[in-house]
């Protein structure tokens, strides 16, 4: 059974930083291009930031500079830093395959910034 678990969300002032986690599971996804995503209230789902299966990266413009996917492939974890956060960041971040995602989310985990 294929799972993705997001975790690590909070409430954290314009300015401040937090470091999200994905747990995947239940498939081999070593060998696939993860991306962090994230859905504003209101607002469509967005990719912020992919990572290839060699470590190559790349992100949105909103973000760039800001933020940084990583990825451990041993442990078959994903991982989203963010600092500089702003309160248009404000949203619920899930992970999942790109550029196809999995027929399903996690949970997803909620960040939001206050300013």
């Known amino acids: 059974q294929v799972q993705l678990v997001e975790s690590g969300g909070g409430l954290v002032q314009a300015g401040g930083s937090l470091r999200l986690s994905c747990a995947a599971s239940g498939s081999t996804f070593s060998d696939k291009t993860m991306g962090w995503y994230r859905q504003a209230s209101g607002k469509l789902r967005e990719v912020v930031a992919r990572i290839s299966s060699t470590g190559r990266t790349m992100y949105a413009d909103s973000v760039k500079g800001r933020f940084t996917i990583s990825r451990d492939n041993a442990k078959n974890m994903v991982y989203l830093q963010m600092d500089s956060l702003r309160p248009e960041d404000t949203a619920v971040y899930y992970c999942?395959?790109?550029?196809?995602?999995?027929?399903?989310w996690g949970q997803g985990t909620q960040v939001t910034v206050s300013s």
């Open positions: 999942n395959l790109f550029p196809l995602p999995l027929n399903f």
